[in-house]
């Protein structure tokens, strides 16, 4: 078996990358993942290894419960970090916006694909995060009427 390395982007680069994306949106910090290792629980953060980068949510009561991803696409990578870090912004907008009688996810869901499509990220994941939320909004609905899909 052959082990392939990657050419890895440097931490300090990627870093440089996410600072200057979020320029355009101005994230406070502490919606930013952290580099190496997370200070505090329930926080994302990036780390290098031979083989890629790995992008993990700390787990809040002990190291042990980490939720994480691995890819060897820095763009895959930081189409994550600004995923979780919109998420936040949506739903805040869409709270603002509801409107009686919809699913609020519908407005929530249809702003992060907007503010993620601003960013110019990496454009097939945003197509599967949004084929990932009309998946979700039409779990178990209308399946008797097709025809009320909904799609963002």
């Known amino acids: 078996m052959t082990i392939n390395y990657i050419k890895p982007v440097s931490i300090e680069e990627i870093k440089a990358r996410i600072n200057k994306i979020n ?4 994230l406070p910090e502490r919606s930013l993942p952290e580099y190496y290792s997370s200070t505090i629980g329930d926080h994302y953060y990036i780390k290098l290894t031979p083989l890629g980068y790995t992008y993990a949510l700390s787990g809040h009561w002990n190291e042990n419960d980490e939720k994480s991803y691995f890819t060897t696409d820095v763009d ?4 994550w970090a600004f995923r979780d870090a919109t998420h936040r912004m949506a739903f805040e907008y869409e709270a603002r916006n509801r ?4 699913d609020n996810r519908i407005i929530a869901f249809k702003k992060h694909i907007e503010i993620l499509e601003s960013l110019d990220l990496k454009k097939e994941c ?8 009309n998946d979700l909004l039409n779990q178990n609905l209308f399946v008797c009427r097709p025809e009320k899909a909904i799609q963002i």
């Open 99 to 102: 409107i009686d009688g919809q």
């Open 126 to 133: 945003i197509e599967r995060l949004k084929l990932n939320y």
């Open 23 to 26: 320029e355009k949106i101005n």
């Open 76 to 79: 895959q990578l930081i189409f």
